[in-house]
């Protein structure tokens, strides 16, 4: 069983900047590509960022040059700086990671979310 943590998120005013964590633990033989998706309410969830086991990196258009997302490998963990921060940040951040667990079974796993209201 794997389980992926998140935290980091809260209440910010617009220009701001928080940083989000995501660890994942449990019968992990590697993780693969992890991510950061949101969802404002009322809308769909959306990519936002995401980084390879190399640590190539992409960010959707929205966020790009405000937003960085960086990963640990020897702690499993991702995270994403967010600077710059707009009124329309405010959504649930949910992070992915795609998995191979010590059966070797590859496995996309989410996060519970962590809410990020920024206010104007």
């Known amino acids: 069983q794997v389980q992926l943590v998140e935290s980091g998120g809260g209440l910010v005013q617009a220009g701001g900047s928080l940083r989000l964590s995501c660890q994942a633990s449990g019968s992990i033989f590697r993780v693969n590509a992890m991510g950061w998706y949101r969802q404002a309410p009322g809308k769909q969830r959306d990519w936002v960022a995401s980084?390879?086991?190399?640590?190539?990196?992409n960010y959707a258009d929205s966020v790009k040059g405000r937003f960085t997302i960086a990963r640990d490998n020897a702690k499993n963990t991702v995270y994403l700086q967010m600077n710059s921060l707009k009124p329309e940040d405010t959504a649930d951040y949910y992070c992915?990671?795609?998995?191979?667990?010590?059966?070797?079974?590859?496995?996309?796993?989410w996060g519970q979310g962590t809410q990020v209201t920024v206010s104007s």
């Open positions: 980084i390879t086991s190399g640590g190539s990196t």
């Open positions: 992915k990671a795609e998995v191979v667990s010590t059966a070797r079974v590859t496995y996309n796993y």
